[in-house]
């Protein structure tokens, strides 16, 4: 479980205010978790769905030689039988 040490203070208006309110409650969530769980989703998964099509544009980069399925199985088999 994740264990919260910073605080953020934001201000919002009374309508913002109430509709949130009013969305923990249709949640049955702390307020707390509604806006942790909406800059999670807002930003961060954005963040980390870059960094993973980066990762495969890198890894497609390489130009690797790739077999075919059978091939590469029957190698990566050989390969830990033979450790």
Known sequence: MA????RVQ????KEQYERLI???EEAQKPVSVLIRE???????????????????????ALNAPVADWPQM????????LDE
Not at 3 to 6: A, E, I, P, R
Not at 38 to 59: C, G, T
Not at 73 to 80: D, F, H, K, L, S
Request: net charge negative; proline share 0%; aromatic share 8%.
């Open 73 to 80: 199985e029957e190698e990566i088999e050989r390969g830990a």
């Open 22 to 24: 009013a969305l923990a």
């Open 38 to 60: 909406a800059v999670e989703e807002r930003y961060f998964v954005k963040i980390d769905q870059q960094k993973r099509q980066q990762a495969l544009a890198n890894l497609l």
């Open 10 to 13: 934001t201000v919002l208006t």
């Open 3 to 6: 264990v919260y040490t910073k």
